[in-house]
């Protein structure tokens, strides 16, 4: 089900809508879920450095794995981290059916 309308949606569209939405949730904020969701969130107003860049990295490898089964994560592309936001393209295969898909222009803020 599309999260903005309730309308039916494909596979691989709420594949995409999941994984934006575990990276765009900060860990500690679901009430009966205290777990889910990423840290991207803790990242956004820091020195932007290889450190940084690094613990991105990390966080949607542990994140996707964690909560979302369906999709195998090939290469992250950080493509930008400015005015507390983080945009980020993700590659990677739908497991149900081997497709390779890429989402782009994922963000992150502190809003």
Do not use: C
């Amino acid at each position: 089900m599309n999260i903005n309308d309730g309308k039916d949606i494909s596979e691989i569209n709420h594949l995409k809508q999941s994984i934006s939405n575990i990276l765009t949730t900060p860990i500690g904020s679901r009430i009966m879920r205290r777990d889910y969701g990423s840290n991207l969130f803790n990242k956004i107003d820091h020195p932007v450095n290889g450190e940084l860049i690094a613990g991105i990295y990390l966080d949607i490898v542990e994140s996707l794995f964690i909560w979302e089964p369906r999709f195998e994560l090939d290469q992250v592309v950080v493509q930008n981290i400015e005015n507390g936001k983080i945009t980020i393209d993700l590659e990677g295969s739908f497991l149900s059916n081997g497709k390779k898909i890429t989402l782009e222009n994922i963000e992150i803020t502190n809003v």
